[in-house]
């Protein structure tokens, strides 16, 4: 084992019966993985059904457990012929992406069945005396990850590649028991942060339920749901957008010097400056590129001319305008065969729904409230991250980059 740091590293926080267990190591991943890829495949041998093949992408979606759908795949004869002859990986151990978004690991597991590009994804196949999910949790550090970035650094295209890898160091305690303390309390937290997350996904499915059962369906001018003080009330009004509100066009910010003005294009904030476009709430939609993504505004602000800002609303309110936008399927009004678009002409002429004020407000309110605890159900998920974070430098050794070189 290449115990090339002499200096003795203790984490600020250790767990009861580990504090006098002496100091951790720091290895290279070479130490307690072997470090390669797989067989190449080519193109050729490519198919449409069999075995998943694996890329950078879809190795990203993996790591964020996210839902994916494999393009490609190998037959089932050549995944048993490669594995025959060459391994697979198994429960324990790692893809890591080479190529492109560098750093993004992947911890196997039992049931997985596939096989991966070779050169873009690195396979750590894990040896005795690491606990995996242990070193799933350093490799997610920030000591780790500042290792990648400065390896690749110096090359002219960025590739994390298996001689970087296995010269890559992380903290090794004493015994593997403490690695499954560490593990165990880390894992303990991610799943807490993914059921909070569950949550806020429900949340927002909920919201999108919502939204399509409080305003009627296309034809239709009473909703299917509807608060019981309106349910007698006559339908809702037939009215083209050009007669609730007016459209405005954003305009270059460039000239204008810093302040606490926030500026607005369809991709959302980008900086603050000293005087302002529109003063009061408005329901904002992109001219040009992001065109799905409705804005709701209030205050003072400035939008760029790649984002529409509304007023002079009659007989509506912006909030309620907002939530008509949100229901909107705004690529199928787009103009244009290259970049997304809308104009003012075609905005204006959309034909919406629209209710008393009375009933505008309470549908608002309602959403509002909703959306209230999806901000707060973000912001839980967000403050789990951050303690996360914090706890892993705590149960991590400090280190800085004097304490590591490359062999």
Known sequence: MSEHNKKELVPMLRFPGFEDSGGWGNPLIEDFFNVGSSKRVLQKDWTTHGVPFYRTR??????????????????????SSLSEKYGMPSKGDFLVSGVGTLGISYQVQQDDRFYFKDGNVLWLAKKN?????????????????NQIIGQTSKSTVGTYTIQNAKKTSFWSPPSLEEQQKIADCL????????????????????????????????????PALRFPEFEDSVGWAIKP????????????????????????????????????????????????????????LSGKFWTVDTLFYTHSFKNCSPKFIYLIFLNIDWRSQNEAGGVPSLSKSNIEKIEVAV???????????????????????????EDLKAHKKGLMQQLFPAMDESDYQVQ
């Open 58 to 79: 879809e190795l990203v979606s993996l790591s964020k457990g996210e839902p994916f759908s494999s393009e490609i795949f190998i037959s089932d004869e050549q995944f």
């Open 129 to 145: 005396g690491i606990n995996s999910t242990y070193f799933k949790y350093c490799f997610e550090s920030d000591w780790i990850q």
């Open 187 to 222: 894992s303990s937290l991610d799943e807490l942060i993914t059921a909070h997350t569950q949550k806020h996904q429900a949340l927002l499915s909920y919201k999108k339920g919502l939204l399509q059962n409080l305003f009627p369906a296309e034809g239709e001018t009473v």
């Open 241 to 296: 957008m050009k007669k609730l509100f007016r459209i405005g066009n954003g305009k270059d910010h460039k000239h204008l010097a810093d302040g606490d003005i926030p500026v607005y294009g369809s991709g959302g904030y980008m900086r603050s400056v000293d005087d302002y476009l529109y003063d009061g709430e408005s329901a904002c939609i992109g001219r040009k590129g992001t065109i799905d993504r409705p804005i709701f």
């Open 355 to 381: 209710p008393s004020l009375d009933e505008q407000q309470k549908i608002a309110d309602c959403l509002s409230s909703l959306d209230e605890l999806i901000t707060a159900q973000s912001k839980k998920i």
